[in-house]
T-cell receptor, first 118, second 114 residues
Framework: GAVVSQHPSWVICKSGTSVKIECRSL??????MFWYRQFPKQSLMLMAT?????????EQGVEKDKFLINHASLTLSTLTVTSAHPEDSSFYIC??????????????FGPGTRLTVL | DQQVKQNSPSLSVQEGRISILNCDYT??????FLWYKKYPAEGPTFLIS?????DKNEDGRFTVFLNKSAKHLSLHIVPSQPGDSAVYFC?????????????FGKGTKLTVNP
């Protein structure tokens, strides 16, 4: 299957700072990337959907000014957690899908980023 | 509002026996279902999927059954192996191929004992 990477794999930051997480599709062009968040013992919750070259679509209850998403190229999307607080500590996972002549392919997930806000 | 439910947080089976993981959904608009396997601190890995036009899909040791009238699906692993120990997530979408928005259950932690 296709490979999706995330960087960093884990990050610790102070409350009030901003953190940027990168999601890259390594061997395919991702027209759409999804950002999920997972709290301990909970399901993956979709935060937003980003299409290359356009604004992200956020799920209900997700603050777009706090979680800035940029999908500037077909292989890179970034999630920036602005003014992070301890309650933002979570596991953030991205997924990517490719558009082919036959339609859309399945989503491939990255390994995730563990964010801890002190 | 949990649209996809995995009511068993954990399951323990002996190596060689069958593992059955269950999943229920409430949204009748879902037409594509997927199972993912996830290890701690890693992203989900796709296992097997099924379209709503089918009631069974098999891939090696993994079989997924879908009962649309009951809004229920299950994943069977036969025979179970210690390497199958992981958290299994059920996911549903309204798009073919799981390319659309996925709604996940909370997962079931499977432990296969040697």
């Amino acid at each position: 299957g296709a490979v999706v990477s995330q960087h960093p794999s884990w990050v610790i930051c102070k409350s009030g700072t901003s953190v940027k997480i990168e999601c890259r599709s390594l061997d395919f062009q991702a027209t759409t990337m999804f950002w999920y968040r997972q709290f301990p013992k909970q399901s993956l919750m979709l935060m937003a959907t980003s299409n290359e070259g356009s604004k992200a679509t956020y799920e209900q209850g997700v603050e777009k000014d706090k979680f800035l998403i940029n999908h500037a190229s077909l292989t890179l999307s970034t999630l920036t957690v602005t003014s992070a607080h301890p309650e933002d500590s979570s596991f953030y996972i991205c997924s990517a899908r490719e558009r082919t002549s036959g339609g859309y392919n399945e989503q491939f997930f990255g390994p995730g980023t563990r964010l801890t806000v002190l | 509002d949990q649209q996809v439910k995995q009511n068993s947080p954990s399951l323990s089976v002996q190596e060689g026996r069958i593992s059955i993981l269950n999943c229920d959904y409430t949204n009748s608009m879902f037409d594509y279902f997927l199972w993912y396997k996830k290890y701690p601190a890693e992203g989900p890995t796709f296992l097997i999927s099924i379209s709503s036009i089918k009631d069974k899909n098999e891939d090696g040791r993994f079989t997924v059954f879908l009962n649309k009238s009951a809004k229920h699906l299950s994943l069977h692993i036969v025979p179970s192996q210690p390497g199958d120990s992981a958290v299994y997530f059920c996911a549903a979408s309204r798009g073919e191929g799981g390319s659309e928005k996925l709604v996940f259950g909370k997962g079931t932690k499977l432990t296969v004992n040697p």
